[in-house]
Structure formats: structure tokens, C-alpha cells
């Protein structure tokens, strides 16, 4: 059992690390509008 | 929204909303009271306002700074009036400002990338707070499913220590919000709905820190996951609650972002919507909007418009035609000069409308905000006694019963119970041409259950239409279709509505004979030549009198035949069918002398609107007790009641009239719906219940009436009274589930049955419930590909 001394603190740091993960993608905007570019696909676009 | 709170704006930062300019932009003037004094009227959206009690804070700081005050808080917007010599709109600004919220006009466009900053900042909350819930969760299942003794004093202690370091990010920052809302309303000596919860939270997280030290039971499993579900409540709450009032952002978001402008030598350049200015010649492509009011120069196309008056159909739009900003171009390219600018198009105006609207309140939900701040008192007495009760009982869970008795109360739900479903209602209405002043007008609407009609421009068009041809037979060599062609050709040029209507009663398929010297005598009639079996003959059309003059003054005898050709239109011939002789000549009746012989004669009556006679069906289906008042003559009053088989009606009524027996019908106990034209009657209008008005010619603002109808549909009143009531049940629905569930709740919380994760999911889910209810009413969302091209997208280029 004593691997849970890593294990546990290293759980922690990870959801540290996967909450800045999710600060940066907030952050850029990635979930402002999901349904945009779902349809986007379905909009022709002229310029090159 | 935690940043912006603590920041105190500088008192300069609002003097320039002080600025005609920018008063321009944010405000409008209203139409001036009794005093005379200029009035502005703006709508502001203010952050950090979640509950009634917020809004009573900020509505009783500003009532003697300036003339009128509402805020909603299911929009967070608040209308404001003030007198433009007197107050200023910066004071106002600078005292919401002080108490801690932020204020923005409404019509600039920053306010859009303010909401989309908070949204993030709301969605970045609720992910840490759900994420480290989700792992403080893991730590703590090995302490509720390990055998007594199985687990070493060490992995308990490193497990505790793992959820603390977890639940650091969730106290310190996702549940910020509430810390620092509860921390504004201390320090104005309020209690909001932020208090409890703050408190709650920090109860927990305290006495588990304790606990921890000493090695008795923590909490921070339930802690996360109670702000967890708060804010994950919270996030869809303001996603429901946009959606809500999508209705009023939908209409100018159909407006294009960019225009092609076409200038003098055939160029084409892309410009701003607010660039344009009237006189612009503009290209609107097929399926793109009309970005301002104007005429059509070049192309057809068929155009929807049913965003300005829920009318479904395209409709065929040609050179001349006029075009309104917001309509969508269905099948092809289209020439416009533009005619007003975007900022007073139509379109902008009815937005304004609903915007003002959804910043009132209705009287259900005044009566919920009042209650709200006794109810937080209550609810702070309330965890207060169960702490000190269950201190006695068993200490471990004294704190966390109080916990559970702070967090599971909800205001929210009620306060949100009545103007979220009265919001999507309105959105909804206006989807079908139907704009509601206020909220107000709804809850009247869906208790009315007289409707008195107004008779000229409202059951009947503002016109004559021909209902009957009567040729004097024997004594005429022309028959009724030719009399028709004959007085039309005779009339073509004028523009008398006599004239009007007799030229839209001629005949189809048959050429009008020629005409030659024709003098039109004002007040008499009209004569000229007509060429009629291949000689010219004098022809005279007017009065009695006027026609036979040439006749010699012969006398008009012999058999009259009606004829029913003239009758095509299925209304006029319902007109005819019911009228009689008598009726007929109290109607403006013109004759035909031809070659000095009286040879036909024209009955002209105004013409019913073509669904009026649905209209008055389905009310009268619905039970609904109808009425005229008019201020015409008794004989045309008595015969469109008569077709309408409405058996009440009163005629010359004189404004004076109206009121009063609007007044009586009042005092009888019943709720009066006024039907009328809006602008003459508006005295009347006032007086009654609820009142319904054509929104046409005049700008929407000078309408007085409580609901106008865009679309001069007037059979949509059964269906507006349909969706006021269906949104009155929501209401009703709301206010009780609100109530109950506060009810069992607290109850339930103090008896200790209640764990404070429950109770915070349980607080969460009630507004969410309330909001998810309301959205019932609102709208479906259309999809924006085909009708409106993303301006954001590159498809809109010059070439």
C-alpha cells in the first residue's frame, strides 16, 4: 500500500494540471459557441 | 463578476453618459408628463444581481435621485427614467455603483463582450468546482466503505490532506461569487440571497478544518460538492434565462454586421450597418436580411417578414414596394435605397419595445421580491435555532445541520417563479406579431373576459369597398359590368376614396372604355365624355343630385337589380347579404348618368378586415362577452354588429361615452380587453384592463396601448389570450412549486435529514425547475445557417 503516498499526492497535482488545462481552454473561448462550429462545415466559404 | 465588484468605477467614469450624444445613443425621450418636463428613458444592465434582494437595495438608493426605477432580476436590467434638467443619468450610474454592482447601457456593444467574459468566467468556476468535487469524492469513499481498523492512521491522514489542498481552489475561487456578493450585502446592512450560502459554506469548511485537527468526521466532500451544484444550478439558470430572452436579442441579430453598398458608377464596397445612412443604395443578396427600412429600386423577391410581423408567408416585394429591416430575402438579389437608418428602423423600435417591457415587473413577482428579504431573516433564524438545538442533541452535527438549513432555502425560486415565464411568453408573442408593453399587460390579457371593439380600423379596414351595383333596368343600354367599367374608367384618376374604391371594384378581364375631357367637381362629382357603341356620350358619376342635373331632373323610378357579380370578395357579399335597402342609402351611394339617364348606382361601405369574422369566432368560442363602441353612425354600427352577430354595440359614442362604459362594465366585476386604434382612443384605452392596438403608421412609442398587434391580424387575439393564459399557469405553477418545495425543505433540513450536498443540489434544482418550466412558453430556436449568414464567417465578401 505504501505506493499510495505517490499515487495520492500525484492525483492531486494532476487535477491541478488538468484544471490549467481547462483555464486555458475557457480562456480561449473553445465552449463560447458549440453550436457554431458544428454548422460551420455546412457554410461555403469564397475566399481561399 | 467577483473582480468587477470590488472595484469602485471613479465618478468620472459614468459623467459621460451625461453627454447628449451619448444620451442619444442609450436613451430615448419619452412623451412628457404633466409637467411638461423632458424625460429620457434608459435600460441599463447590471452585474452582480441575483435576487429581489438585491433589487430592492439598488430600486430604494436610487428612487429619490431620479423619476422612475425598475429593476428585474431575471434580467438583470433595470428601466430608468429621469427628467433631462434636473437629474442625470451618471448620478444614478455612480449610487449603483457604490452599492457595489456595475451598471452598463444597454445598447452598446460592449456589453455584449462584458456578458461573454462573465460567461466564461461563470463556466471556468463551475468546471474547477465540479472537477475537484469529483476527485475530493474519490478521497473520501475509501472513509465511508472501509471496515472499521482496515485502514492505517496514515492513509486516512494523507487522504484528508488530499482533500483539503482539493478544496482550497473550491473555497477560494469557484465559490467566490458567493463570498463576495454576501460580503457586499453585509456591508450595506442587508441580508441577500448570497448570505446564507456564504454562510452555510464557510460553517462547513470551518468546522471541518476543525475536525480534522482533532481527528473527528470532515465534510469536504459535501462542501465541493454543494458549490458544485450551485454553480452548475447557477450556469444553467443564466443559460435558461438567455434563452428567455432570446426573443428580444434575436431581432436584431438578424440584422446583417456588413452591408454591400452600391455607389454612383456600379462599384460595390462592403461598409458597416451603421454606416448607411438614407439615399444609400444597398444589394441585398438572396437569403441575406434588409439592413434598414427602405424601397425596393431593382429585382423582385419574394421577402419574409416574419420577424416584424409574424406574418409566415413571403411575400412578393417589387420595385416601389417598401422593404423593413430585418425581413430576410427568400429567392433573389434585391435593389434597395435606404429610407432610414438602422438605428430608427421598425425593427429597432420594436426591440426597444420589448427591451423596455422585460424591464418592468409584473405585480406577482413586486409581491415576491418583498417577501424575499423577511424570508432570508427567517431562514438566518431558523439555521440558528437548529444549530443550538442539535448542539445539545449531538454537537458533531449541529454545524451541519445549520449547513443544510442556510443552503437548501431559496428565494431564487420565487422571485424567478413569475417574470422568467412572463419573458418567454413575450418572446414568444412577439414570434407571432404580437408586442406586450409590459408584463402586465399578459396577466390582464389571460383574465379578460369582455372585449370591447372599437369599429373604424379595427373590425373594418380604414376604407369603402363597392358592396352593391344596382342597375335601373329598361332604361339603360348598359349592363352592371359595364356601368362598373364605365364609372372606373371615369374615376382612374382620382384620388377621392370614393374614387379609390370604385376603381378597385373594376371589372376584371374587360377593357374600360375610352374617356375624353373629364372635370372632376369637388364636393359634387366627376363628368366627362365616354365612348360607349362607338359614339361619345356625357357621362356623370356623383351624388344624386349631381348625375341627373344633365337628366333634367328626371325622376329615378323602376325595378332595382342587385347585382352579385359585384360581390366576388366573400366579405362584401356576407355585407350585402345582411343589409337591406334601407341600410344601403345610409351608406355614401353614388350614381351613373350616362347620356343624361340615370343609369346605375354604386353602394360604397366601408369593408370588414378580412379576418375579422375568425377573430370574433374564435373569442366568442372562448366564451369571451363581446362589444362595439364607436363613434359612428347607429345604422353602420348596427349592421357590422349585426354580421358579427355581436348583440351589444353602441354608436356616435364620444370618448367621454367610451369611458364610461368601460368604467361600468368594470364596476360589474368584469376584465375589459379595449380593442381599438391606439392613438385616438388612448383615454379609453387606459381605462380599461387591457388594451390592444394596430401598431401601424404612427412610431410604435406613441402607441399607448398595453399590446400591439404588428401584423394587423386581428385574429390573433384568440391565440395572443391562449398564450397569456397557458403563460399565467406557468406562473401559478412556479409560485407553488417555489413555495412548496421551501416548505419541505427547511423542515426537512432541521430535522437533520437533510445532508448539505442535498441540500445544495436541492437549491440548485429549484431554480432550475422554475427557469426550465418558464422556457416552456419560449420560442423553439431556429438554426441560424440557412436564414441568417454568420457575419463572423468569411462568406461575405465583395466579390
Given at each position: 500500500m505504501d505506493i499510495l503516498y505517490l499515487l495520492v499526492p500525484l492525483s492531486v497535482v494532476l487535477v491541478l494540471a488538468i484544471t490549467g488545462l481547462l483555464a486555458w481552454a475557457v480562456g480561449s473561448g473553445q465552449f463560447d459557441d458549440i453550436e457554431r462550429e458544428g454548422q460551420r462545415i455546412l457554410i461555403d466559404d469564397t475566399e481561399p | 463578476m467577483a473582480a468587477t465588484a470590488h472595484q469602485i468605477p471613479?465618478?468620472?467614469?459614468?459623467?459621460?453618459?451625461?453627454?447628449p450624444l451619448e444620451r442619444d445613443e442609450i436613451a430615448r425621450e419619452i412623451v412628457p408628463g404633466a409637467d411638461g418636463a423632458r424625460r429620457f428613458e434608459a435600460v441599463l444592465s447590471i452585474d452582480g444581481v441575483h435576487c429581489a434582494a438585491c433589487v430592492i437595495a439598488i430600486e430604494d438608493a436610487l428612487r429619490d435621485c431620479i423619476d422612475e426605477i425598475s429593476v428585474n432580476a431575471a434580467t438583470r436590467r433595470a428601466r430608468l427614467v429621469w427628467r433631462a434638467d434636473e437629474q442625470q443619468l451618471s448620478q444614478a450610474c455612480e449610487r449603483i455603483a457604490r452599492l457595489g454592482y456595475r451598471p452598463r447601457p444597454v445598447s452598446q456593444r460592449l456589453v455584449e463582450s462584458a456578458q461573454a467574459a462573465g460567461r466564461r468566467a461563470a463556466l471556468w468556476r463551475m468546471l474547477v468546482a465540479v472537477l475537484c468535487m469529483m476527485q475530493v469524492m474519490m478521497y473520501s469513499v475509501p472513509r465511508y466503505v472501509a471496515e472499521a481498523g482496515s485502514m492505517s492512521e496514515d492513509i486516512v491522514g494523507l487522504m484528508t490532506w488530499a482533500e483539503r489542498i482539493l478544496t482550497l481552489p473550491v473555497m477560494l475561487f469557484a465559490a467566490g461569487p458567493f463570498f463576495v456578493g454576501a460580503f457586499r450585502d453585509l456591508r450595506h446592512s442587508r441580508i441577500g440571497m448570497d448570505v446564507p450560502v456564504a454562510l452555510g459554506i464557510a460553517v462547513t469548511f470551518v468546522a471541518s478544518l476543525a475536525a480534522s485537527a482533532s481527528g473527528g468526521e470532515v465534510w469536504f466532500d459535501s462542501l465541493t460538492m454543494f458549490v458544485a451544484f450551485l454553480l452548475v444550478g447557477r450556469w444553467l439558470e443564466a443559460a435558461a434565462r438567455e434563452r428567455a430572452m432570446a426573443g428580444v436579442g434575436d431581432l436584431l441579430a438578424g440584422l446583417p454586421e456588413r452591408v454591400e453598398r452600391l455607389d454612383d458608377q456600379g462599384g460595390a464596397s462592403l461598409v458597416g450597418l451603421r454606416q448607411l445612412r438614407p439615399g444609400d443604395r444597398v444589394r441585398v443578396a438572396a437569403g441575406q436580411s434588409v439592413p434598414a427600412d427602405g424601397v425596393v429600386e431593382a429585382g423582385s423577391a419574394h421577402v419574409d417578414e416574419s420577424l416584424l410581423s409574424g406574418e409566415s408567408r413571403p411575400l412578393l416585394r417589387r420595385p416601389g414596394d417598401a422593404l423593413a429591416a430585418?425581413?430576410?430575402?427568400?429567392d433573389g438579389p434585391l435593389m434597395m435605397r435606404v429610407a432610414r437608418s438602422a438605428r430608427e428602423s421598425r425593427l429597432q423600435e420594436i426591440a426597444d419595445l420589448m427591451e423596455n417591457a422585460s424591464a418592468r415587473k409584473p405585480r406577482l413577482a413586486q409581491l415576491a421580491d418583498r417577501w424575499a428579504g423577511p424570508f432570508l431573516g427567517t431562514v438566518l433564524a431558523l439555521a440558528a435555532l437548529a444549530w443550538f438545538v442539535w448542539h445539545t442533541i449531538d454537537p458533531q452535527r449541529a454545524a451541519w445541520v445549520a449547513a443544510a438549513v442556510l443552503v437548501v432555502a431559496c428565494p431564487c425560486a420565487l422571485s424567478l417563479a413569475t417574470p422568467a415565464a412572463l419573458l418567454a411568453a413575450s418572446g414568444r408573442l412577439a414570434r407571432h406579431g404580437l408586442l406586450a408593453r409590459s408584463p402586465q399587460a399578459l396577466e390582464a390579457l389571460a383574465q379578460a373576459d369582455t372585449f370591447v371593439f372599437d369599429k373604424t380600423g379595427t373590425l373594418t379596414l380604414d376604407r369603402l369597398d363597392v358592396v352593391a351595383v344596382q342597375v335601373h333596368e329598361g332604361?339603360?343600354?348598359?349592363d352592371a359590368l359595364q356601368a362598373r367599367a364605365v364609372a372606373a374608367a371615369l374615376e382612374a384618376g382620382s384620388i377621392h376614396p370614393l374614387a379609390c374604391a370604385i376603381v378597385r371594384d373594376a371589372p376584371v378581364g374587360i377593357a374600360l372604355p375610352e374617356v375624353r375631357s373629364v372635370r372632376e367637381q369637388a364636393g359634387a362629382g366627376i363628368e366627362g365624355e365616354v365612348l360607349l357603341e362607338g359614339r361619345w356620350q356625357p357621362a356623370r358619376l356623383g351624388s344624386l343630385r349631381f348625375a341627373a342635373q344633365t337628366a333634367g331632373g328626371e325622376p329615378l323610378r323602376g325595378g332595382l337589380v342587385r347585382d352579385h357579380a359585384a360581390q366576388a370578395a366573400g366579405h362584401t357579399s356576407r355585407l350585402s347579404d345582411t343589409s337591406d335597402a334601407s341600410i344601403a342609402v345610409d351608406e355614401g351611394d353614388v350614381h351613373l348618368s350616362i347620356d343624361g339617364r340615370i343609369a346605375a348606382s354604386f353602394s360604397l361601405s366601408e369593408a370588414l378586415r378580412p379576418e375579422t369574422l375568425t377573430a370574433i369566432q374564435r373569442l366568442r368560442e372562448a366564451g369571451m362577452q363581446l362589444e362595439i363602441l364607436s363613434g359612428d353612425a347607429p345604422a353602420r354600427v348596427a349592421r357590422v354588429a349585426a354580421m358579427l352577430g355581436i348583440e351589444t354595440w353602441q354608436a356616435q359614442a364620444s370618448p367621454e361615452d367610451k369611458l364610461a362604459r368601460i368604467e361600468s362594465l368594470g364596476r360589474q366585476g368584469r376584465h375589459v380587453a379595449m380593442v381599438g386604434d391606439g392613438i385616438n382612443d388612448a383615454p379609453v384605452l387606459a381605462r380599461a384592463d387591457v388594451s390592444i392596438a394596430f401598431a401601424?403608421?404612427?412610431?410604435?412609442?406613441?402607441?399607448?396601448?398595453?399590446?400591439?398587434?404588428?401584423?394587423?391580424?386581428?385574429?390573433r387575439l384568440a391565440l395572443a389570450r391562449d398564450h397569456a393564459r397557458q403563460a399565467m399557469r406557468v406562473v401559478r405553477q412556479n409560485l407553488i412549486f417555489a413555495t412548496a418545495y421551501n416548505a419541505v425543505g427547511i423542515p426537512l433540513a432541521m430535522a437533520g435529514w437533510l445532508p448539505p450536498w442535498l441540500a445544495g443540489l436541492g437549491m440548485a434544482a429549484s431554480s432550475l425547475v422554475v427557469v426550465l418550466n418558464a422556457l416552456r412558453l419560449a420560442p423553439a430556436r431556429r438554426s441560424l445557417v440557412p436564414v441568417f449568414p454568420d457575419p463572423a464567417l468569411p462568406q461575405l465578401t465583395a466579390h
Open positions: - | 471613479s465618478s468620472d467614469e459614468f459623467l459621460i453618459l451625461d453627454d430585418g425581413s430576410v430575402s427568400v332604361r339603360s343600354q348598359v401601424t403608421g404612427a412610431p410604435l412609442a406613441q402607441h399607448r396601448a398595453d399590446l400591439l398587434l404588428l401584423g394587423e391580424r386581428l385574429d
